[in-house]
């Protein structure tokens, strides 16, 4: 399949292969270079499943001093603005994806990033599906952690990354009216 027939694009198998290795070049670098990190275990990561079980992308959440850096991609999405959330238990048990519980809310703040109540500690921003069913975020939040804490992700039950089939209004609690769990990726420590 092709994307948009311009000079800057390319065909999907061969974007989903380069962030594949991307993804994976990311991890081993990490991994050979764990005994110099201050933070101690900083990495963790999630394989997105669709409702029939098939891989349809990953996210690596990445520590740093001042947060959380969260990169997720995910294909065979419809176009446009996808609600993502960091859920409360980490079980992605297809097709409705239930089992991943609500938001992951330690301080049991209201939903949305614009919510002058909010946010949920798993709230995030949409991830932006293109045209061709590729879908890509980039996001940093303090109020998540993959290390020890009260907002570790890894707490007693662990916790999971839904994508939603809709947009996020990021205001409505208790999940900014984004409609289905489409995908599901349980969120593990590398």
């Not at 061969?14 to 005994?35: D, E």
């Not at 690596?60 to 960091?86: M, N």
Request: with cysteine; net charge negative; proline share 6%.
């Amino acid at each position: 399949m092709e994307l948009l027939n311009t000079p800057r694009r390319m065909p999907l198998v061969v974007a989903v292969a380069i962030m594949a290795l991307a993804v994976g070049a990311a991890l081993l670098a990490v991994s050979s270079s764990a005994t110099a990190d201050p933070f101690g275990q900083k990495i963790a990561f999630a394989r997105i499943v669709n409702a029939e079980g098939d891989m349809i992308g990953a996210a690596i959440l990445t520590q740093k001093q001042e947060g959380v850096r969260v990169f997720a991609w995910a294909r065979g999405l419809a176009p446009g603005r996808h609600g993502i959330h960091i859920h409360a238990v980490g079980m992605c048990d297809p097709a409705a994806f239930t089992t991943a519980g609500g938001h992951f809310n330690p301080e049991m703040k209201q939903h949305g990033l614009e919510n002058p109540a909010g946010p949920h500690g798993g709230d995030l921003p949409d991830l932006e599906v293109r045209e061709n069913g590729l879908g890509i975020l980039h996001a940093e939040s303090d109020r998540i952690s993959v290390l020890d804490g009260p907002t570790s992700l890894f707490d007693a039950d662990g916790s999971a990354l839904i994508i939603h089939a809709g947009e996020d209004d990021q205001v409505t609690d208790p999940t900014g009216n984004s409609g289905a769990r489409v995908a599901c990726g349980v969120i593990q420590a590398k």
